[in-house]
């Protein structure tokens, strides 16, 4: 085919596959289909129902929940009608559910209420099971506990507390309320009194997930707003504020900043490199449709499989621009083999070198595809579709280009100044990767789910200053107590009561409104009570007689009494959904009852150190251990996949080049690998699953360095310059992750940057040289 015909019919093809892939890209909607969550690196489908229930609650009113300070221009609390007119605003807000002035005693009011006419469903079960496991065995239970039961009542109205309760002792001579008051007063104050000198506090709950554009921007515009509204009226107002959605809001944004500046850096400090190496730099940009196509089609592949895909993924694919240029220097670098060489006899030349190293790589990442963490699926597609595009772009690319070879520039490489010690310096390599050995024994792992973020001081010193205004010093450890629903979680609530007391040692104090709730078979054997036993209540009457009191006083009481022995069998769940609709603001937070599964809430004081085990359905509502376990799960499961991947490539270059020649391509990668990891281990690093990913991209890498070296030697050359420019810019592509200030991107930069360093290395004094003459 003469060249115009195929310049014009490779410029055709090239415009429509990028024509396809804009107008693919240009009508994404991008808010729903890139996320910044955390929990999007995590599948939905994880079977571990501790980590469901994390995921229950990212969208659930625990993380829905912003904390309002609210103080005039002298720092002091706002008046109490201040926070209440404020909240109202909130309320009415479309970007919220609720708003609740915590010093407004509405809430705990309507609870108590609740309580109190509810008081023989909820309170009375497990008030008759302390007063059986105290009864001596042999004297009539009836008798005994009507006796017992006036005596707790004179008891009580002698203390100086009797007077807060006279009003519904008429109603609760159990002293059912008051017993259960005693308990919930060592709960947090979430309706107490502002700090002295403090503000003036408002909870608020998103209509929106905290982790969505729609719980960020418009909760801080309606805040915006709210505070607009009553500055009328209070002019010195100022506001403050916290939620799980402002480090959403500031991770997204430094995330899109890094995306910005990563990918810039990175093509600048790959052309930078190219230009520097190679000998007329307009021709040096015949390089750059290569990166672009080969980065469009990463971006079309890995959006039009996965219905979501996480920002991370394009942080870390910003390195694709140094590992697709190679391909393109490859084809571009490499001489004629005779002079008027056609360009498709030279591709045909470098067909196999080419093919091997492609393929073998994108069948290794493709095998990343099967693991079960979406990031690694999302970031295998995306590096394998962008090396399938780039190999594609650069063959169709160059046949475009009248004189398809670019010249290098003139430099004494290594071996050219130390020819006559290479030998030695090999012995010196040999020597330091046998010392290094010893250290992968040393290597120690830790997964934080925190290295996946950007860190934002500024704003966890906001959450952190806040949090103490509402009575969080991080000293109470908060728990989440699970079950498939209500009854379940209740059941498992009594376990890790008693896993606490022994744990704790005694010290632990803890909270739980769930605790003051029967279990299903509780409430069931005092409903059998009452019904069996009509004695105690005509035992009752004559204690209350006998003791000195107006029984007619308490008929309140005893209507309650017939009501309760006339419920229906399921009165339990009746009673328990009437309270949760008046546990409102963030006593609402404290019972959940729905699908996947319900949860109880529990605060500690003086926490045991140890986590529950896990038969108690408990976990810390932190989700930080939790999500850690999960990265080191799912960081063994990445293990397996690079092993089997590397044994895909392993296995490709085997049957490419034989079992001699194989071993010794192949060995440099690997080599390289170890090596370094066991570096990082005599230094102590602790590594995390991004190492390991930046291990198995770096040994593919390396591994297309050490096919090209061998296809020099087998013509008795030196390792061929493309290979050395490729290495240079894929090490400043990688160097420049490096520079990320997410954690993980650091330590996969850092890693592959390192291990194309010391693989270039080997290849400049390895013996693949003796391999020359072969073939």
Request: glycine share 10%.
């Amino acid at each position: 085919m003469e060249f115009r015909r195929r310049q014009v019919l490779g410029w055709g093809v090239l415009a429509v596959c990028a024509l396809l892939g804009g107008l693919w890209l240009l009508r994404l909607d991008y808010a729903r289909k890139i996320s910044s969550d955390v929990l999007d690196l995590i599948p939905g489908s994880e079977a571990a129902p501790e980590l469901a229930l994390v995921r229950q609650l990212a969208s659930h009113a625990e993380a829905q929940t912003m904390l309002i300070a609210l103080t005039d221009a002298g720092g002091r609390a706002v008046p109490l009608e201040v926070a209440q007119q404020f909240a109202a605003a909130l309320a009415h807000d479309p970007a919220f559910a609720d708003a609740v002035a915590l010093a407004d005693p509405a809430p705990r009011d309507a609870l108590g209420k609740e309580l109190y006419a509810r008081r023989l469903d909820l309170l009375f079960p497990q008030w008759l099971s302390a007063r059986e496991a105290a009864h001596a065995p042999g004297a009539d239970f009836s008798e005994w506990l009507a006796k017992d039961a006036v005596k707790g009542l004179t008891d009580f109205l002698n203390t100086p507390t009797a007077p807060v309760f006279q009003e519904i002792v008429p109603g609760d001579p159990l002293l059912l309320v008051p017993g259960v008051v005693n308990h919930l007063q060592g709960g947090p104050d979430w309706a107490g009194a502002a700090p002295a000198g403090g503000a003036a506090l408002v909870w608020a709950r998103l209509a929106a997930s905290p982790l969505s554009e729609a719980g960020q921007q418009p909760a801080f515009a309606a805040i915006e707003r709210a505070a607009a509204t009553v500055r009328a009226g209070w002019p010195g107002l100022r506001v403050s504020d916290t939620g799980v959605n402002r480090f959403a809001a500031a991770s997204r944004a430094r995330i899109e900043r890094e995306v910005s500046w990563l990918n810039a850096l990175s093509l600048a400090a790959v052309l930078a490199v190219a230009v520097t190496f190679i000998r007329g730099t307009v021709r040096a940009l015949h390089l750059v449709p290569v990166v672009l196509l080969s980065i469009l089609g990463a971006w079309v592949g890995v959006t039009l499989v996965f219905e979501r895909v996480h920002m991370l993924v394009f942080v870390v694919g910003s390195m694709l621009t140094g590992v697709a240029i190679d391909y393109g220097f490859y084809l571009f670098m490499q001489p004629p083999a005779y002079p008027g060489e056609d360009y498709p006899e030279k591709v045909r030349r470098l067909a196999k070198p080419l093919l091997a190293s492609c393929l073998t790589t994108v069948a290794g990442f493709a095998l990343l595809l099967f693991s079960p963490l979406p990031l690694i699926r999302q970031l295998g597609l995306f590096v394998g579709a962008g090396l399938v595009s780039a190999l594609g772009a650069a063959v169709v690319y160059f046949a475009t280009v009248r004189r398809p070879f670019l010249e290098a520039r003139a430099w004494r490489w290594p071996w050219t100044l130390l020819a006559g010690g290479r030998r030695g310096l090999r012995r010196v390599l040999t020597v330091a990767w046998l010392a290094a050995l010893p250290g992968l024994a040393l290597l120690k792992w830790k997964d934080d789910i925190r290295q996946l973020e950007i860190p934002a001081p500024e704003v966890q010193q906001e959450d952190a200053r806040i949090r103490r205004l509402f009575g969080d010093g991080g000293e109470r450890t908060v728990y989440l107590t699970y079950g498939e629903n209500l009854p379940a979680a209740r059941a498992a609530l009594e376990k890790f009561a008693g896993w606490l007391q022994q744990a704790g040692g005694g010290r632990a104090r803890s909270f739980s409104l769930a605790t003051v709730l029967p279990t299903p078979a509780e409430y069931a054997h005092a409903r059998e009570f009452a019904r069996a036993n009509p004695e105690f209540i005509a035992a009752f009457r004559r204690e209350l007689e006998a003791a000195g009191y107006e029984v007619a006083e308490f008929a309140p009481f005893f209507t309650a009494w017939e009501q309760f022995r006339a419920a229906p069998a399921d009165g339990w769940a009746e009673a328990v959904a009437a309270l949760r609709a008046k546990a409102t603001g963030p006593l609402g937070l404290l019972l959940h009852d729905g699908r996947p599964m319900a949860w109880m809430v529990t605060v500690v004081t003086d926490a045991p150190a140890a986590a529950p085990p896990e038969e108690l359905h408990t976990v810390s509502a932190s989700q930080l251990q939790t999500l850690n376990n999960v990265l080191a799960r799912y960081r063994a499961s990445a293990l397996w996949l690079s092993l089997i991947g590397l044994g895909i490539v392993g296995g490709g270059v085997l049957l490419s080049y034989g079992w001699r020649d194989g071993v010794r391509i192949f060995a440099i990668p690997c080599g390289t690998c170890l090596g370094l990891f066991g570096l990082l281990g005599w230094l102590g690093v602790p590594l995390n699953l991004f190492h390991l990913l930046g291990a198995f991209l770096g040994v593919c890498l390396t591994h297309n360095y050490s096919i090209f070296t061998a296809t020099s030697a087998y013509r008795g050359e030196p390792p061929p310059i493309s290979v050395r420019v490729s290495g240079l810019t894929t090490m400043a592509s990688f160097g420049v992750l490096a520079l990320s200030a997410i954690p993980v991107v650091q330590a996969l930069g850092l890693t592959v940057a390192l291990m194309v360093a010391a693989a270039l290395l080997t290849i400049e004094f390895e013996h693949l040289s003796g391999l020359g003459g072969k073939r």
